[in-house]
């Protein structure tokens, strides 16, 4: 090598150096579109699938509850005589939402049912009377010269429930039927024992209300061990209604849920036991209730105006009349109008149908008409259509 002879040196020009960031930033925009892409189907299928669930679960939660609408256990031969203002069932349509913010659902349907609640177990007679004494029947009193009121020993029993936890669940006030015999009685005293619980027979508190009920007289047959038992709360009324609840800090307003409250029934209004209150939905944006008597063909309350509202207009002169109007027709003979009748959903077969309409939890602009300057949410529909198990028992 020659002497002064320098190498030139290898590397990029500063040229070069601004063509390869250009074409590198490049390829990183089109990368970043195609993650945003990405990451927004995602999103907006998430979104989907999950207000589709929300759907789904609280229609099969309505399927399984209406299916109890009705069901009366405190006399198998007639049913509760009932107050025409809080009938056995009922809708009130397009009921103002409280606290509903401006891009909330404004009006929803109210649906009301009377039903007479079972305990989600049976029991067997583990011991009967004090003691060693047997609790004796109405005819043994009889017999024995015995005075009324009855002893303590001829109505207390002890019920095996099966666990603790179903143990605890029987409360003075419910309701107890012997299976052997149907007889029903209500629970004066009750005292759980482990598996156990120690009752009292008395009178049903509501049986001057409803017209059912035990009276607190001894039971006609005697109920000898193991015979089976079943609970219930008398005389229960059940209420669906969109309500605003305050589950995310980031909506001061609330969100939109599907509620489920039941109470005792009184006569009037309906009364809810805020501790039997459950959320069967959030996100809700529509929740509507129409029937029909002619397999479908109409929907009555369907095209009642948004404005009609109320138990006389929006249901006795609204849903009801309408419903009145098919039977006219399709009713079958003697049973053509609901008129008189509060608990005419055991005499008459009517289709019931509900609209469920959930939206998703981010408003996107992606769900927007003007994606460019406006956001919204998306709202998915579905719908139940159901004869509830007990309308229209007469036919069977």
Request: glycine share 8%; charged share 15%; aromatic share 10%.
């Amino acid at each position: 090598m020659a002497k002064g002879y320098r190498c030139p040196r290898a590397g990029f020009s500063l040229v070069e150096l601004l063509v390869a960031v250009m074409f590198i930033g490049i390829l990183m925009a089109g990368m970043a579109n195609v993650f945003k892409s990405s990451v927004t189907t995602l999103a907006t299928s998430s979104e989907g699938l999950s207000s589709a669930r929300r759907n789904r679960m609280s229609l099969d939660l309505l399927y399984d509850d209406l299916n109890t609408a009705g069901m009366y256990l405190s006399n198998l031969s007639a049913p509760p005589v009932l107050d025409p203002n809080n009938p056995a069932f009922y809708i009130i349509p397009n009921v103002a939402i409280p606290g509903a913010a401006g891009d909330d659902p404004q009006t929803a349907d109210q649906l009301f049912f009377y039903l007479d609640d079972p305990l989600p177990f049976e029991g067997t007679i583990s011991a009967t009377g004090i003691g060693t004494t047997a609790a004796r029947s109405a005819s043994q009193l009889v017999l024995a010269g015995a005075v009324t009121p009855p002893a303590n020993s001829d109505i207390t029993f002890t019920i095996d429930c099966g666990s603790a936890p179903y143990a605890n669940l029987v409360k003075p006030g419910y309701s107890i039927i012997f299976k052997d015999s149907w007889e029903t009685f209500s629970l004066l005293t009750t005292s759980a024992t482990g598996q156990t619980v120690t009752i009292t027979l008395g009178s049903a508190p509501n049986v001057a209300m409803t017209g059912v009920g035990s009276t607190g007289a001894s039971p006609k047959a005697q109920h000898t061990i193991p015979s089976r038992v079943m609970f219930y709360k008398p005389a229960q009324m059940v209420r669906y209604s969109v309500l605003m609840k305050f589950y995310d800090p980031q909506k001061p307003t609330g969100i939109p849920c599907l509620v489920r409250d039941q109470g005792t029934y009184t006569t009037g209004s309906f009364t809810p036991d805020l501790s039997q209150q459950s959320i069967v939905a959030e996100n809700i944006s529509g929740f509507k209730a129409y029937l029909s008597a002619n397999s479908g063909l109409l929907w009555a309350g369907y095209d009642l105006p948004t404005a009609t509202t109320g138990f006389n207009t929006g249901w006795s002169n609204g849903i009801l009349s309408e419903l009145n109007t098919q039977l006219v027709t399709a009713g079958r003979p003697n049973f053509q109008t609901t008129t008189g009748n509060q608990t005419w959903i055991r005499d008459i077969p009517v289709l019931v149908r509900l609209d469920i309409t959930t939206r998703t939890a981010t408003k996107r602009s992606e769900y927007s008409a003007t994606p460019l300057t406006t956001t919204a949410y998306k709202n998915f529909t579905q719908s139940l259509v159901i004869v509830p198990r007990h309308f229209g028992l007469t036919m069977n």
